[in-house]
């Protein structure tokens, strides 16, 4: 992480900050917002992944506000699902992306899941580069979020 910005695990006291950094984003680019279902877990950060085996944390910049988040969510053995990886539009080209990404993938492997998944919409084409050039491949999952049209999946290597 760039020496001005924090990475930091998320508390409740959070998820409205989240919530607002999450929509913003979506509405610049069109997507959107689903609080009853697809984004019911930004009102409950601590229910929907520490507590079920995941994480969630957020990154600060120096006057402490909440610029970019990332979630792994368990989505059975091994598995986790790559959720809510935002960063604010002003922090971006600045590495803070990429760090986000590498440091949920090394939390995924320390947590003991074997495989990461995610579902994402073609318009975020920053993104999708990104998480292609980190390795994930695209498949066709049974069912994508509404506001979702690609989904993407990375076998983490094994500790043997």
Do not use: N, W
Request: net charge negative; with cysteine; aromatic share 8%.
């Amino acid at each position: 992480m760039p020496p001005d910005f924090t990475l930091r695990p998320a508390t409740q006291a959070d998820c409205e900050a989240v919530r607002t950094l999450v929509f913003s984003v979506l509405a610049d680019y069109d997507l959107r917002v689903d609080p009853k279902t697809t984004d019911a877990d930004l009102f409950d950060l601590e229910g929907h992944y520490a507590q079920r085996g995941g994480c969630f944390d957020v990154v600060t910049d120096a006057a402490g506000q909440i610029i970019g988040s990332v979630g792994l969510q368990p989505q059975g053995e091994g598995l986790c699902e790559l959720r809510k990886m935002y960063l604010h539009p002003q922090y971006r080209g600045l590495g803070i992306g990429k760090a986000l990404l590498q440091h949920a993938l090394t939390r995924a492997t320390a947590l003991g899941f074997t495989e990461v998944r995610l579902e994402t919409a073609a318009v975020l084409k920053e993104a999708v580069r990104m998480y292609e050039k980190a390795g994930f491949e695209r498949y066709e999952p049974e069912h994508c979020a509404a506001r979702c049209d690609a989904a993407y999946r990375l076998r983490l290597p094994s500790d043997v």
